[in-house]
T-cell receptor, first 114, second 108 residues
Framework: DTEVTQTPKHLVMGMTNKKSLKCEQH?????MYWYKQKAKKPPELMFV???????INESVPSRFSPECPNSSLLNLHLHALQPEDSALYLC?????????????FGPGTRLTVT | RKEVEQDPGPFNVPEGATVAFNCTYS??????FFWYRQDCRKEPKLLMS???SGNEDGRFTAQLNRASQYISLLIRDSKLSDSATYLC?????????FGKGTRLHILP
């Protein structure tokens, strides 16, 4: 079962709100990723967790805060976002160390910041 | 020069034709290579990993040329359902780099 699930599917939030995006996989993968994708652009890597430790932070603003409670779960906590943060947020997972293996993507959370 | 570059597209191709996508990468230390497809407003889906020996899956063939630093994807006998954006992905150490993607429209 190559499934990565994400909740919620859609999220509208104000600039003062705090919300969280959730991602789950049960494939036994040890690397999990957060990406941001704007329309007609490729996904941009934000964070990578490898064996439950943050291994890559691509200079993402602190209003985005990742958390990996265990090897199956990945959260992205959002606070004081800006309208330009509106995008599709994709979670992915892969076997083993980050970057070497095929990634499987979840369906994404479409975020609108008002 | 961008680290990963793809044909800008879009490609408009009649059904049944053969389509070729190319992707070049600038860093010779790149280690693994993939093709993904992405339908409009959906997530990227893995199409193929790309190996030095080349690999084939039905109508799809992927090749890697390390000397020239490019990867290719060939789609034979294209179907309407092949219409999508095709993304080349190159990994090096912990860096994961997506190409900008090439949009493919298969015309009936």
């Amino acid at each position: 079962d190559t499934e990565v699930t994400q909740t919620p599917k859609h999220l509208v939030m104000g600039m003062t709100n705090k919300k969280s995006l959730k991602c789950e996989q049960h494939m036994g993968h040890r690397a999990m990723y957060w990406y941001k994708q704007k329309a007609k652009k490729p996904p941009e890597l934000m964070f990578v967790y490898s064996y439950e430790k943050l291994s890559i932070n691509e200079s993402v603003p602190s209003r985005f805060s990742p958390e990996c409670p265990n090897s199956s779960l990945l959260n992205l906590h959002l606070h004081a976002l800006q309208p330009e943060d509106s995008a599709l947020y994709l979670c992915a997972s892969s076997q083993g160390g980050a970057g070497y293996h095929e990634q499987y993507f979840g369906p994404g959370t479409r975020l609108t910041v008002t | 020069r961008k680290e990963v570059e793809q044909d800008p597209g879009p490609f408009n191709v009649p059904e049944g034709a053969t389509v070729a996508f190319n992707c070049t990468y600038s860093n010779s230390a790149s280690q693994s290579f993939f093709w993904y497809r992405q339908d409009c407003r959906k997530e990227p889906k893995l199409l193929m990993s790309v190996y030095s020996s080349g690999n084939e899956d039905g109508r799809f063939t992927a090749q890697l040329n390390r000397a020239s630093q490019y990867i290719s994807l060939l789609i034979r006998d294209s179907k309407l359902s092949d219409s999508a954006t095709y993304l080349c992905v190159v990994n090096r150490d912990d860096k994961i780099i997506f190409g900008k993607g090439t949009r493919l429209h298969i015309l009936p």
